[in-house]
């Protein structure tokens, strides 16, 4: 053996240690995933699965240690219920319009403050009042403003001659819930009129330069170029516009309590009653379990819709 060969050999060498990888391991992103996958579980899941359970059993708010196993008793007691149908009803007209008042309105606004003028910067700063305003603070307002005696909107509406015979708006099956619609939708849109009024913004001016320059109006510039950029971002909004309307219940409740004669009741005021008003764990579990395969009908819905636009796109 030479000597340069045995130099090689003592010499150590440099480098041959594997170094991990900068991305970290494959169980990196579980690892970070964990401690929102264990509050959901805990907070979400289990309360879920007790739910369940009790919806299908008879068990009062007075004594709910002791429960009675009735399978789908609850579930045929209210489905045989003509109250219950028109609850449902209800829901779903509520729901509707505050989607569609919510974020119409909301798209209006946006393309108003979408465009250039003096105080912009102050009109997109007040246009967000309404939903910064807690939910108990709007329904007490709204409360004050439609009170039949000193209320403002119904001086006005007596102005235009178009009064409430007596005033009283909360109070009459015909106007209680457009009342409810209209305070709602006041307090959503702002939300979905700053998050589309960022879709905007994101529009290329570019493409909307160029179907100007084409000849296209406003009209089928926005439904060319506007519209088709903003259309994932109103999807979004509609889901959670439906979804949080499904969950409303400190407005409605304040403002009339479901009434009047049922007239606004939701699926939320209704499992409320059912709990805490006839006592009875059972039923209110029932009717909570309907809102959550409604929400998860929506859900899905939603998702077919998503899809089959992005193979349209393609």
């Known amino acids: 053996m030479t000597v340069l060969e045995r130099q090689r050999n003592t010499v150590p060498r ?17 690892l970070f995933m964990a401690p929102a996958a264990v509050f959901i579980l805990v907070f979400q899941g289990v309360p879920l699965v007790q739910e369940i359970f009790l919806s299908f059993t008879r068990t009062s708010l007075l004594n709910p240690t002791r429960s009675t196993w009735v399978g789908l008793d609850n579930y045929t007691r ?31 606004v946006a393309l108003l403050l979408n465009r250039g003028f003096r105080g912009r910067g102050w009109a997109r700063a007040l246009v967000t009042i309404p939903w910064a305003a807690p939910g108990i603070a709007v329904a007490l307002i709204a409360t004050w403003m439609l009170n039949p005696d000193y209320g403002i909107v119904n001086r006005f509406l007596e102005t235009i001659g178009l009064g409430v015979p007596g005033g009283a708006i909360l109070d009459s099956p015909r106007y209680a819930l457009p009342a409810i619609l209209a305070t709602t939708i006041w307090q959503l849109f702002p939300f979905t009129s700053v998050v589309l009024l960022s879709a905007l913004q994101a529009v290329p001016p570019h493409l909307t330069e160029a179907a100007m320059m084409d000849g296209a109006g406003r009209w089928w510039t926005f439904r060319a170029v506007t519209w088709q950029v903003i259309k994932p971002t109103i999807g979004l909004l509609a889901l959670l516009m439906t979804i949080w309307s499904l ?3 400190e407005l409605i409740w304040l403002m009339t309590k479901g009434g009047p004669v049922g007239a606004t009741e939701t699926l939320v005021i209704d499992l409320y009653s059912q709990a805490f008003d006839s006592k009875q764990l059972g039923s209110a579990a029932a009717i909570g379990m309907v809102g959550v395969v409604v929400s998860l009908i929506v859900i899905a819905g ?13």
């Open 14 to 30: 440099s480098g041959t240690r594997r170094r991990g990888s900068p991305r970290g391991s494959k169980w990196t992103p579980y």
């Open 78 to 108: 209210i489905f045989g219920d003509e109250d219950f149908h028109r609850t449902l009803l209800t829901t779903f007209i509520y729901v509707i319009a505050c989607v569609v008042g919510s974020v119409g309105a909301g798209l209006a």
């Open 247 to 249: 969950r409303r219940f």
């Open 302 to 314: 939603s998702r077919f819709v998503a899809r089959a636009a992005e193979r349209e796109a393609r």
